[in-house]
């Protein structure tokens, strides 16, 4: 089955600079790629997402790039914001974004003001 | 629109009880999942159903684990008996046509 590696575990920024998380997928087959901050006690929340037919995408401040060739992808915040502390979990599914998820095991980000 | 909702949000039970989770997905969506969070560590998906159908329970362990979803609408996840590496956040997630919306998970600690 899929198997979706996500470093690094802890990031820690100063606020204002950018974070970057990156996750690699291990099937081929897999065409959607979801990122979700969770926060505490929180369920976790879709922040963005991209699909294999497109190469990066962005949403104000965020932005995911994936190399489908190397089976790997990214997240971008820039301007990072104290309220930007959370957990952030990508994950990796074959099909829509109702099929199952592949979920990495995530990375804590702290923004020091 | 409402969001998925769960409860009880906290359970503390001895290894060996039961216990069961209650899910309410969003109004309309066809598809709902039950996920296990142990901490520090991703969801995994534990059963997927389209409406009151089974898509995948591959990863459920079926000796202990059991979930239905009546009707096509709530649904509930049984653990019987738990043991105390069933200690988790159990998340339920639904999902229309697009992205999966979570609920706020109930937090098991098994004693």
């Known amino acids: 089955g899929e198997n979706v590696e996500q470093h690094p575990s802890t990031l820690s920024v100063q606020e204002g600079d950018s974070a970057v998380i990156k996750c690699t997928y291990s099937?081929?087959?897999?065409?959607?790629f979801p990122w979700y901050k969770q926060e505490l006690g929180k369920g976790p929340q879709l922040i963005i997402d991209?699909?294999?037919?497109?190469g990066e995408k962005k949403d104000q401040r965020i932005a995911v790039t994936l190399n489908k060739t190397a089976k790997h992808f990214s997240l971008h915040i820039t301007e990072t914001q104290p309220e930007d502390s959370a957990v952030y979990f990508c994950a990796a599914s074959i099909g829509n974004a109702g099929n199952m998820l592949t979920f990495g095991g995530g990375t804590r980000l702290m923004v020091k003001p | 629109e409402a969001g998925v909702a769960q409860s009880p949000r906290y359970k503390i039970i001895e290894k060996r009880q039961s216990v069961a989770f209650w899910c309410n997905p969003i109004s309309g969506h066809a598809t709902l999942y039950w996920y296990q969070q142990i901490l520090g560590q991703g969801p995994k998906l534990l059963i997927q159903f389209q409406n009151n159908g089974v898509v995948d329970d591959s990863q459920l362990p079926k000796d202990r684990f059991s979930a239905e979803r009546l009707k096509g609408v709530d649904s509930t996840l049984k653990i019987q008996p738990a043991k105390l590496e069933d200690s988790a956040v159990y998340l339920c997630?639904?999902?229309?046509?697009?992205?999966?919306?979570f609920g706020p998970g109930t937090r098991l600690t098994v004693l």
């Open positions: 997630a639904s999902s229309g046509f697009n992205e999966q919306f």
């Open positions: 991209i699909r294999s037919n497109v």
């Open positions: 099937d081929s087959a897999s065409n959607y």
